[in-house]
């Protein structure tokens, strides 16, 4: 069933605006408002400054309440979602129009190439609760060790990660590229640590 919910901004004294969302009452992904989006609407709000006159591109938005905010505190905004959701893009438009901001809308489907992106020039990203079904999900990276005091293990342990593979980027390179280049490279895979996380939904621990 849809309904309009909608959503207050501003401080304890005085309400700066509301936007209003058509949403369905079932969760229903990208035509429900997800907490998360109302946490990092609110967190738009409260950096408005480093919102206004930007360019931000909102990623599986959704009903896409924090780049609606941004638009209301001045960024020009590209809400995007996968390309065959069309009627989670077609509500993104209608939510636009029911606040009267404008904002472009595009589909945009992760892991598929899509040259239109690279006109965006985002100066922000944003996104909220996109990050919930990564299973097998790889993220691999290089790495230029400059310095001894850059770890990120107690953030990939903070953050539920785990590093699957690290390699010294020399060892994977044919000698005459390794011959031109220098410097402390490794190449880490980080995947999400579902160990970690079954532990901590089970101890209920935060
Ligand atoms: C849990 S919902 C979150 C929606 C919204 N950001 C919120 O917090 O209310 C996940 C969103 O990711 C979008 N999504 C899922 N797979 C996607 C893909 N492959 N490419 C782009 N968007 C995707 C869904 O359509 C949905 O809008």
Redesign the pocket.
Not at 108 to 112: N, S
């Given at each position: 069933m849809k309904t309009i919910s909608r959503h207050f901004f501003g401080d304890s004294e005085k309400t700066a605006f509301s936007i209003s969302i058509v949403e369905n009452m079932k969760e229903d992904?990208?035509?429900?408002?997800?907490?998360?989006?109302i946490v990092?609407a609110e967190y738009v709000w409260q950096h408005k400054l480093r919102f206004s006159g930007n360019n931000v591109v909102?990623?599986?938005?959704?009903?896409?309440?924090?780049g609606l905010v941004a638009a209301k505190v001045g960024s020009n905004v590209t809400l995007?979602?996968?390309?065959n959701?069309l009627e989670?893009l077609e509500n993104m438009r209608g939510v636009c129009e029911l606040n009267n901001l404008k904002c472009e809308v595009l589909g945009?489907?992760?892991?598929?190439w899509d040259a239109s992106i690279f006109s965006l020039h985002p100066k922000i990203i944003l996104?909220?609760?996109?990050l919930?079904?990564a299973q097998g999900s790889v993220f691999i990276t290089t790495y230029h060790n400059r310095s001894g005091h850059h770890l990120i293990e107690f953030l990939m342990v903070k953050w539920g990660l785990k590093c699957v593979k690290l390699l010294d980027g020399f060892s994977l390179l044919p000698s005459d590229k390794a011959a031109r280049l220098s410097g402390n490279i490794q190449l880490a895979e980080i995947m999400l640590n579902d160990e970690q996380i079954e532990e901590t939904s089970s101890s209920g621990a935060r």
């Open positions: 992904y990208g035509l429900f408002v997800w907490p998360c989006s990092l909102e990623l599986g938005a959704g009903t896409c309440l924090p995007t979602d996968d390309a959701r989670v945009l489907t992760w892991g598929v996104g909220a609760d996109v919930y079904d």
